[in-house]
């Protein structure tokens, strides 16, 4: 009977909000509905989907009220704020961030400044949809106050919804622990928050320029609404919750509520399937963007010229392995030195290289090419990586180096399925690589598929007990799944192991995150976990 009624809450959650449950995640959703139920003072599930029905009957299904704290939170913004997952730090996604701070917002002042004319007052209004606690929209306004954005000259609207009621107070409070600075360059956290007590707070100057508000996407009107165009939208990361349908009518209602030449930035082929053709789709080596523009495509905007617009490009720090999306430009192309049976295939008048020491000079030209690869990955030119890996590849079919560059590369640009299929050929030679097996664990769990994910980590640990970082990633899933008995157990498991670590220490080379840090975190997650 259960079964029956939890489907029916399930449906009614996905026709309110267009949040999909899937079918491994019915045991936690269970449990989530029955603590509601049993805050209420309900006896049974059917029980709480009658309550959740009347609310709707009586329209207290809406999520927005005009003043914070005005009336009492309707259930549904006590379930989606235990529903949802409210993880995220400040300049997530390095590389967009570097398109809006060098493209899109410098294109976006520069057009409304022209279109106010002299003396008048231009508008800026900016919209993050699905902001959770709010490090998005504050990562935004830094954006532009390293612009050096004439805040005072402008009305402004920089507005952040989500479905979380829990998200959207704690925003507006603008206090952060130091895991939402682990992507944050030391020099904008000192110059932009203060410490307060334990944690740190966003800067007056900037919180008030901020707005926050509770808000369903699907059901909810935009907040357009009687306040002019919207010039961005960014939503990211949301997506990847909800069913087909919802998807599509939450583009409608985007592309309604930007005003002309607005643009819509989301999470990293998130709207691949989806029907974008009302929009202009720009490429940028960074991201695709969705542009509100009638007749023909316009040119993208160009770079803003360093000497007005500074840019941010070389203080945001590297991302783990497999981010989302981030590419590499066209300067970036550089060929691989080709192999001697190559050089002759273009020029059959040219003679073989010298008999000194031919392998010796292959072996040293795959080196320095592998280096070079390397060398693009880590700068995050992942375009070029990619080009550089698969002309070492056509030249040395088995050179399993550059197989891992590559597929690092892909999954760092959103190509999922090219990673996991490079990842899967060097497994099927190396059962024992943990790096292809650690990278699979961070796809599965980038497609949200966290049993996947479980499933490679659990690999891994097995495979090699020591390996920090799977214990680390698991406890991140168990906490989002609400285990906290075997969220506890991993973080145990990880603080042992960190103790043996050098204090300045880093797990790997693709985040700056020290041990110490690390050690930090945990203890303070075990301390409000166990208080």
Not at 71 to 85: G, K, R
Not at 210 to 226: I, K, M, Y
Not at 376 to 384: F, I, M, R, S, V
Request: hydrophobic residues 35%.
């Amino acid at each position: 009977m259960d079964d029956l009624i939890l489907k029916r809450i399930s449906s009614l959650i996905s026709r309110h909000s267009g949040i999909h449950i899937r079918d491994q995640d019915y045991s936690s959703l269970a449990e989530k509905v029955w603590r509601r139920a049993k805050s209420l003072r309900l006896t049974s599930l059917a029980d709480y989907h009658t309550y959740l029905l009347k609310e709707l009957e009586n329209g207290l299904g809406s999520l927005v009220s005009p003043t914070a704290g005005a009336v009492p939170a309707s259930e549904w913004q006590e379930l989606y704020s235990i529903l949802t997952v409210n993880e995220s730090y400040f300049f997530r996604d390095s590389n967009q961030f570097r398109l809006l701070s060098e493209r899109l917002l410098p294109d976006i002042i520069s057009r409304k400044q022209a279109a106010a004319g002299p003396g008048a007052r231009p508008s800026l209004r900016i919209w993050s949809a699905g902001c959770s606690t709010g490090e998005e929209l504050y990562s935004i306004a830094i954006a532009l106050d390293e612009l050096n954005f004439p805040w005072d000259q402008w009305d402004t609207l920089l507005m952040g919804t989500d479905i979380s009621k829990a998200a959207v107070d704690s925003a507006r409070l603008g206090l952060y622990g130091s895991w939402s600075f682990r992507q944050t360059p030391a020099d904008l956290q000192q110059k932009y928050f203060y410490a307060h007590h334990q944690v740190h707070q966003i800067c007056d100057r900037l919180r008030q320029r901020v707005t926050f508000q509770n808000g369903n996407l699907l059901s909810d009107l935009s907040p357009a609404s009687g306040l002019g165009h919207i010039d961005l939208i960014v939503c990211r990361n949301v997506f990847i919750y909800l069913d087909s349908q919802a998807i599509g009518q939450i583009i409608q209602k985007f592309h309604r509520a930007l005003g002309l030449q607005g643009y819509l930035l989301t999470g990293h082929t998130e709207l691949y399937g989806q029907d974008t053709s009302q929009f202009t789709t720009l490429s940028f080596p960074e991201s695709v963007v969705y542009q509100k523009q009638p007749g023909l495509k316009p040119a993208p905007p160009q770079p803003a010229q360093a000497a007005t617009i500074p840019s941010l490009e070389q203080r945001f720090a590297k991302r783990k392995a497999c981010g989302m999306p981030e590419t590499g430009t066209d300067s970036e192309r550089v060929s691989v030195p080709e192999s001697p049976s190559a050089l002759k295939a273009k020029n059959p008048q040219t003679g073989p290289r010298s008999r000194a020491a031919p392998f010796q000079t292959q072996a040293q030209d795959l080196e320095k090419a592998l280096q070079e690869a390397e060398a693009l990955l880590d700068q995050e030119a992942y375009t070029g990586a990619i080009r550089r890996a698969e002309a070492i590849l056509k030249a040395h079919p088995r050179c399993d180096a550059a197989r891992k560059i590559a597929a690092r590369a892909y999954a760092n640009t959103g190509h999922h399925e090219q990673a996991k299929h490079l990842c899967l050929q060097v497994i099927r030679r190396h059962p024992l690589s943990l790096e292809m097996h650690y990278l699979l664990a961070q796809i599965a769990e980038d497609q949200n598929d966290l049993d996947g994910a479980k499933a490679h980590l659990r690999k891994i640990i097995y495979l090699d007990a020591s390996f920090v970082r799977a214990y680390l990633d698991l406890a991140s899933i168990y906490e989002r799944e609400k285990q906290i008995e075997k969220t506890q157990k991993m973080r145990g498991h990880a603080l042992m192991l960190l103790a043996k670590l050098p204090p300045d220490a880093r797990l790997d080379h693709y985040s700056d995150t020290t041990v110490a840090q690390w050690q930090s975190h945990l203890n303070s997650k075990v301390a409000s976990a166990e208080s």
